[in-house]
């Protein structure tokens, strides 16, 4: 079925990095744009960034640029998130979610979510 | 402080009807179209409306949304207790070049 799969969930210390997976399934990978979006415990959603699987291009928000990546392997069907320098104000669960259009874009299928917790 | 500004919480009673309103400017409602997303406790987001007032498939009828200058809301009728969930509006903002979401609202269906 369709669906995004999300890696599990991570333990980090400050400094380290970390990558999250989000595989798809059920639907041509390259037809759809990923976004990833944050949820701080007790928040709401901060976008964090876009990818384009079919050319590469990417959109990040302003305040990760530097320590954000996003990527996708399309032979797996797999999108990756990379966040590095981490603080314990990145812990949070991390989700993945596909990008549809009509009108304007909107999110239509979204992965389980990965907790990523930095601690020390 | 979010850019799309919503209440923290509503509340009413089973069968009733509620309205969760989000506003915004002209560099995103004003000039862009409006999605709804609903996380019940414990799971991820899950889209509800999408160009301002569409459903996807699967979503009940009881789920409305609308749009007016640069305000949105989403209604919701006929509440059910499996309603209870954090409501979020979302939108893609010219300004800011990405997307933005609302601090979102707890519905409480008491």
């Known amino acids: 079925q369709v669906q995004l799969v999300q890696s599990g969930a991570e333990v980090k210390k400050p400094g380290a990095s970390m990558k999250v997976s989000c595989k798809a399934s059920g639907y041509t990978f390259t037809n759809y744009e990923i976004i990833w979006v944050r949820q701080a415990p007790g928040q709401g959603l901060e976008w964090m960034g876009w990818i384009n699987p079919y050319n590469g291009n990417t959109n990040n928000v302003q305040k990760l640029q530097g320590r954000l990546t996003v990527t996708t392997d399309t032979s797996t069907s797999t999108a990756y998130m990379e966040l590095r320098s981490l603080r314990s104000d990145d812990t949070a669960v991390y989700y993945c979610?596909?990008?549809?259009?009509?009108?304007?874009?909107?999110?239509?299928?979204w992965g389980p979510g990965t907790r990523v917790t930095v601690s020390s | 402080q979010s850019v799309l500004t919503q209440p923290p919480s509503v509340s009413a009673a089973p069968g009733q009807k509620v309205t969760i309103s989000c506003s915004g400017s002209?560099?995103?409602?004003?000039?862009?179209?409006v999605s709804w997303y609903q996380q019940l406790p414990g799971t991820a987001p899950r889209l509800l409306i999408y160009?301002?007032?569409k459903r996807p498939s699967g979503i009940p009828d009881r789920f409305s949304g609308s749009k007016s200058g640069t305000s949105a809301a989403l209604g919701i009728t006929g509440l059910q207790t499996g309603d209870e969930a954090d409501y979020y509006c979302g939108i893609y903002d010219t300004s800011l070049n990405g997307w933005v979401f609302g601090g979102g609202t707890k519905l409480t269906v008491l």
């Open positions: 979610a596909r990008v549809a259009v009509s009108g304007s874009w909107y999110f239509d299928l």
């Open positions: 002209s560099s995103n409602i004003g000039n862009n179209y």
């Open positions: 160009d301002n007032n």
